[in-house]
């Protein structure tokens, strides 16, 4: 699953890429999938998008949005799998969930493993979708604060009882993160995935906070993470910390055996001894 590191690289790439080049035929997928969720015919999908210029992609969080000139942005989000760049004459994928051809021969296709949105919307109208809509701030966001995260937490706190990966990975209260990124900020933080939120102290906050803002930034600054893809097919360059591979090797820290557990519906990856 794209997480917010690689929906940003991806945003990046293809306004580097894309931009400019003009919609000869855009198709919806030739491979069914329950959970792709389009808004739009194939029929409308091929008619709207025809002609239309790529401008400057961006992301938030889990979702990417790819202007489709004049009047158009399509959103992506939600997703894993492949969003792949082929150049003129490059063979285009058997099966696909959405592929945009351009005039110049070139190609953007995409597939997912799992699920995502692939959908078109009148410009405008994409702030308006659920989950896209009161989106609540980013770690790429410089209004991500201190004291906008501590605020956070003190919201949070007022509800249901949380713990540090569930504020790390439920209901998108830090959008764009996930359980893979996860699992390296709690390291770094030296936080258990089961430690309370209400026993946070002041500077477990603030590190909490440090770790999040300096993982995503390397993620991002590394092209994503080595277990997922670009733009053109290639692995991120930044390795997890703490993940399956990891697990059972030595900490790079205290040299204590890294232990899986399982906790909130996943995959829990830690140190015993610095993360206690």
């Not at 099966?95 to 949105?117: C, I, N, R």
């Not at 009882?161 to 390291?187: C, H, W, Y």
């Not at 697990?247 to 610095?274: F, N, R, S």
């Amino acid at each position: 699953m794209f997480e917010l590191p690689e929906c940003a690289t991806l945003a990046r790439q293809m306004s580097e890429t894309l931009r400019g080049k003009i919609v000869e035929r855009g198709r919806l997928g030739n491979s069914p999938h329950k959970f792709v969720w389009y808004n739009r015919k194939p029929a409308e999908f091929e008619r709207l998008t025809k002609g239309k210029r790529v401008g400057s992609a961006s992301a938030r969080g889990r979702w990417m949005m790819v202007p489709l000139e004049p009047g158009y942005v399509l959103v992506l989000g939600e997703c894993g799998g492949r969003l792949l760049y082929h150049e003129p004459g490059a063979d285009l994928p058997g099966k696909y969930h959405l592929l945009l051809q351009f005039e110049d021969a070139s190609a953007l296709s995409v597939t997912t493993q799992m699920w995502g949105a692939m959908e078109l919307f009148e410009q405008g109208k994409e702030r308006e979708r659920k989950y896209i809509k009161g989106m609540r701030r980013t770690p790429a966001d410089k209004e991500f604060t201190f004291a906008y995260f501590t605020g956070l937490v003190d919201e949070l706190l007022e509800g249901e009882k949380r713990s540090v990966k569930g504020l790390l990975t439920q209901e998108q209260l830090i959008p764009g993160l996930g359980n893979s990124v996860a699992q390296d900020i709690m390291f770094r933080a030296g936080l258990h995935p089961r430690h309370a939120l209400a026993e946070l102290s002041p500077a477990q906050r603030r590190t909490l906070h440090d770790a999040i803002i300096k993982t995503v930034r390397e993620v991002i600054a590394k092209g994503g993470r080595s277990d997922e893809l670009d733009l053109f097919g290639r692995p991120g360059r930044y390795e997890r910390i703490m993940s399956a591979d990891t697990a059972g090797e030595p900490c790079p820290q205290c040299g204590k055996k890294i232990e899986k557990i399982a906790y909130l519906g996943g995959a829990c990856y830690l140190c015993p001894k610095c993360q206690a």
